[in-house]
């Protein structure tokens, strides 16, 4: 029904340093209605219907995806230069704002914490640890995604979002 736009960048596995870097980034442009990308490409500019960016990944390494389903005056081009720009501009420490950085970090923190109220939930955690090879990381995750800072996720976007490493794929809506 409509012209939907995927760019993905090979990233690091669940124990790099980079994960939690990515899926900051990735909460920053796209964790919420007041999040960069919905904000600014589709309240805003009115270039596209939704957006989004996660990253996946765990055992092996992952992806940073951004996507986008376009509006039908939005042309390919101007689309996926929208998304690089929103994305690249987290490249620039300056760009991320305390307020923005934080409550993003306050998301994490209250989902991690709600999460581990469900005994499934957290059973299937630990087993998920373990596998990965370090069980006592259950207990450390909120404290390392509380400690990234603006310039180690500006670190993780100039490593992760060059051009040599982008794969766009384009899903053309039949006319």
Do not use: H
């Not at 090979?10 to 960069?36: H, N, T």
């Not at 390494?61 to 939005?74: A, D, E, K, R, V």
């Amino acid at each position: 029904p409509a012209t939907s736009l995927m760019i993905a960048f090979p990233m690091g596995d669940r124990l790099s340093k980079g994960f939690y870097r990515g899926d900051l980034a990735s909460d920053l442009l796209a964790g919420g209605d007041s999040a960069r990308l919905y904000d600014r490409l589709v309240r805003q500019r009115r270039l596209f219907a939704s957006t989004n960016a996660y990253i996946l990944g765990s055992v092996d390494c992952g992806l940073f995806i951004l996507t986008g389903q376009l509006l039908p005056t939005t042309s390919e081009e101007e689309a996926e230069a929208a998304l690089l720009e929103e994305a690249r501009a987290l490249c620039d420490p300056a760009q991320i704002t305390p307020y923005e950085l934080e409550k993003v970090k306050n998301k994490f923190e209250a989902n991690t914490l709600f999460g581990e109220l469900n005994v499934m939930n957290k059973a299937m955690n630990l087993g998920f640890y373990e596998m990965l090879g370090d069980r006592e990381l259950i207990n450390r995750e909120v404290d390392l995604f509380r400690a990234i800072t603006a310039d180690d996720v500006a670190d993780f976007c100039r490593e992760t979002l060059r051009p040599e490493q982008q794969s766009t794929l384009i899903y053309r809506a039949r006319k």
